[in-house]
């Protein structure tokens, strides 16, 4: 899986070119079989944050506070290795922009 970050610097600097080189890169991987799926989130303003403790719920609003990044989407790639989703994710325009994260997925979860 690769994460999209970003932060709200890298969002004004989001143009046309970008999202041109977006749509040839997913167009790429839609060919090559490797797009196994994806999806853009919204910001941070809609997050919420739970976490447990001693069976009482918190919950707060948004991403971790003292993060100026966060998780914008992600991608789901299908590749022979690590090192190929490692390729992807330096193209990707958000790599240059904020962060890209590699994750190889373990576990599908069934319904």
């Not at 797009?35 to 944050?49: F, K």
Request: glycine share 8%.
């Amino acid at each position: 899986m690769l994460m999209i970050y970003t932060n709200p610097a890298a969002q004004q600097a989001i143009g046309d070119d970008i999202m041109a080189e977006v749509d040839a890169l997913m167009k790429e991987l839609s060919q090559t079989g490797e797009l196994a799926g994806g999806q853009a989130l919204d910001g941070p303003h809609s997050a919420r944050t739970v976490k447990v403790r001693d069976g009482v719920p918190a919950i707060t609003d948004g991403p971790f506070l003292e993060a100026k990044e966060y998780l914008a989407g992600y991608l789901v790639v299908d590749c022979d290795s690590v090192e190929r989703a490692t390729e992807i994710a330096a193209r990707w325009p958000d790599a240059r922009l904020c962060a890209m994260e590699v994750r190889p997925v373990i576990n599908e979860v069934s319904a």
